[in-house]
């Protein structure tokens, strides 16, 4: 974070779809976050948890039920003449003309710019240097979501909102987007940005929230989200061992087919008991493997939970009815749970990822620190 200066501020957002009282939906229901300058923050969450519904009110495209919301200082929708031209957008579609050549719409979009940056150089950072001449129609689907990001980065934003912005895109595609937000928040550019994909937003955020059902079920770094989540040692259990000779200071759990399931706080502590008792014993633990939690787990936990929880599907705590951007400011939502941690969303940013088109649930694939049994 470079610095403290909130350039998007949200305090208890509501956004209800139709009517006030019961035929209205109530999609945002109470969010409350700030992105800092220069800073990367990832909207995270389960299929209809209100992530767009969210972006689409930042970006001004829609005013909020409730709540108060502030890009650059402004409110997005009442003032969207001072906000536009200082952000960027990429919709989920980006609905360009599809009779125009790439050259063409990027022409068009520089048009409409006050300072643009040169076509060829955004269509260049996007790896479609060599398409210009293909009409819109023409290009496969992962080159129109690299041209809906060549064009939100046309006008040099200060603010760049990405709704799923590598949906489609191959493995490498997926990178070179990576490595250009990385460059991005370098130079300085805010960005938010909504991913189902959990490596992505390892990889790429300062700070994220899971949202689920339209409030934020957890929040912070990447690194304090899943250190919330318990680590987890397993291994078969030895042949001739049963499941009381095991450490009494680890909490085991056997399943039928003789698997033992540690949880602990302190993997390195445990696993240590594990592997002492082990040699002392003499035994070989067979299939051991020993990890950290994953953003997958919290994020699979949340899902999970919430899904059970009180929350439920009544549309109808949202909405005030008024139409109004500056009513109550009574601050952050009560749901809220906030894991800072000093590890603070380093900027080394690794890339691994597996492409797909809006998958109905969350994958995120995690090495496991894998630990070979002896003897
Ligand atoms: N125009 C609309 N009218 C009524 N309900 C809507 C409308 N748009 C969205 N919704 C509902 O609001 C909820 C939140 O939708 P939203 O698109 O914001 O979720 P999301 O988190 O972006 O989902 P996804 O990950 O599937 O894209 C969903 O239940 C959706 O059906």
């Known amino acids: 974070m470079e610095s403290d200066e909130r350039v998007i501020d949200v305090t208890d957002l509501r ?53 108060r919301v502030r890009v650059l200082g402004h409110d997005p929708y009442r003032e969207r003449a001072a906000v536009r031209p200082r952000i960027g957008v990429m919709l989920q579609e980006g609905g360009f003309p599809s009779d125009l050549t790439v050259a063409e719409t990027a022409r068009m979009w520089a048009g409409c710019a006050s300072a643009a940056r040169p076509a060829g150089e955004v269509l260049e950072a996007t790896g479609l240097a060599g398409r210009t001449k293909v009409r819109v129609k023409q290009l496969s689907g992962g080159e129109r979501r690299r041209l809906d990001l060549a064009m939100a980065l046309i006008g040099r934003p200060e603010v760049l909102f ?6 489609g895109l191959d493995a490498e595609g ?20 909504t991913t189902h994909y959990l490596e992505e937003a ?21 690194a304090g989200v899943t250190a919330s989540r318990p680590s987890r040692i397993r291994f078969h259990l030895p042949n001739g061992v049963v499941p009381g000779e ?21 993997l390195q502590e445990s696993l240590g008991t594990l592997l002492r008792w082990a040699e002392e014993q003499d035994l070989t633990l067979g299939g051991l493997d020993a990890r950290s939690a994953s953003l997958e787990e919290a994020f699979l936990a949340i899902a999970g939970s919430v899904t059970d929880g009180a929350d439920g599907g009544d549309g109808g705590d949202g909405g005030d009815g008024s139409d109004t951007t500056d009513g109550a400011d009574e601050g952050a939502g009560g749901d809220v749970r906030h894991h800072e941690e000093p590890a603070g969303g380093g900027n080394s940013r690794p890339a691994a990822a597996s492409a797909g088109r809006r998958p109905a649930a ?14």
Do not use: C, Q
């Open 15 to 67: 956004r209800r779809y139709g009517s006030a009282g019961k035929g209205g939906f109530d999609a945002v229901r109470g969010l409350s976050f700030s992105v800092a300058r220069g800073e990367v923050f990832a909207l995270l969450g389960t299929n209809g948890a209100g992530k767009t519904s969210t972006v689409e009110v930042l970006e001004g495209l829609a005013p909020p039920t409730g709540g």
């Open 162 to 167: 990405l709704d799923e912005p590598t949906t």
């Open 174 to 193: 997926r990178r070179e987007t990576w490595r250009l937000v990385g460059e991005l928040r370098d130079s300085g550019t805010t960005v938010l940005l």
């Open 202 to 222: 390892e990889a790429l955020a300062d700070r994220l929230a899971i949202m689920h059902r339209g409030r934020i079920a957890t929040a912070g770094t990447p």
């Open 246 to 266: 095991l450490p009494l200071s680890l909490r085991a759990a056997v399943d039928e087919d003789l698997r033992v399931e540690i949880r602990t706080e302190r």
């Open 362 to 375: 969350a994958t995120g694939e995690r090495p496991a620190a894998d630990a070979g049994a002896r003897r």
